[in-house]
Nanobody, 126 residues
Framework: QVQLVESGGGWVQAGGSLRLSCAANGRTFSGYDMGWFRQAPGKEREFVGALQWSGGTTYYGDSVKGRFTIARGNPKDPVHLKMNSLKLEDTAVYYC???????????????????WGQGTQVTVSS
């Protein structure tokens, strides 16, 4: 069982940056595709981006392209989401998710992911 824990959320002014991390109960992410989703109050959960384990291809939602970057890190910080040029509309709870990479499922769809973290709040203010 993969248990995911997000960290790095907080408060930031518009135009600023934050870096979110996702860790998995002391394990590596070998073989898992990693996704980030977010949910703002009163809205549906939205695809932010994903990192494909095999080959390292990244995918991004239209609203964050060019501003957010997903990358692999070190064993203590295996996957992180770097968010630049933050906007008010980026305010949301951000969730890390994992799916087994061998399954050919779409990267941007919530139901593709079997494992989820509890989420971390990101608040962008003017």
């Amino acid at each position: 069982q993969v248990q995911l824990v997000e960290s790095g959320g907080g408060w930031v002014q518009a135009g600023g940056s934050l870096r979110l991390s996702c860790a998995a109960n002391g394990r590596t992410f070998s073989g898992y595709d990693m996704g980030w989703f977010r949910q703002a109050p009163g809205k549906e959960r939205e695809f932010v981006g994903a990192l494909q384990w095999s080959g390292g291809t990244t995918y991004y939602g239209d609203s964050v392209k060019g501003r957010f970057t997903i990358a692999r890190g070190n064993p203590k910080d295996p996957v992180h989401l770097k968010m630049n040029s933050l906007k008010l509309e980026d305010t949301a709870v951000y969730y890390c998710a994992a799916k087994w990479g061998a399954l050919d499922q779409p990267m941007g769809v919530m139901t593709s992911y079997a494992y989820w973290g509890q989420g971390t709040q990101v608040t962008v203010s003017s």
